[in-house]
């Protein structure tokens, strides 16, 4: 059964760093992993995904140089790194996992997490 669990969210000043991290519980299956972000009013929006072997991340628009996804398949755990933040970036962020391959689209990914907030000030 695969249940997300999501840590690291914090308030941070603009053009600081923050760390997520992202359990699967499931220890069989082969799950692409990512990041969504929801803004208040705003639709959810794809961050970052990775396969299951890691190889060639995707990312939004406007994380691309600023954000790095990556994935440690034994300890089933994704993490983002966060730099140069910007208070565009705030707003709740959610793991989330499907079988196999990426999907761009939210609606289109299986499992979801419950979210962490990631608040960025002036």
């Known amino acids: 059964q695969v249940q997300l669990a999501e840590s690291g969210g914090g308030v941070v000043q603009a053009g600081g760093s923050l760390r997520l991290s992202c359990t699967n519980s499931?220890?069989?299956?082969?799950?692409?992993m990512g990041w969504f972000r929801q803004a208040p009013g705003k639709e959810r929006e794809l961050v970052a995904a990775?396969?299951?072997?890691?190889?060639?991340?995707t990312y939004g628009d406007s994380v691309k140089g600023r954000f790095a996804i990556s994935r440690d398949n034994e300890k089933r755990t994704i993490y983002l790194e966060m730099s140069g933040l910007q208070i565009e970036d705030t707003g709740v962020y959610y793991c989330?996992?499907?079988?196999?391959?990426?999907?761009?689209?939210?609606?289109?990914?299986?499992?979801w997490g419950q979210g962490t907030q990631v608040t960025v000030t002036p």
């Open positions: 499931a220890r069989t299956g082969s799950y692409a």
């Open positions: 989330a996992a499907r079988v196999l391959a990426v999907a761009l689209a939210a609606g289109n990914w299986h499992y």
């Open positions: 990775v396969n299951y072997v890691g190889e060639n991340p």
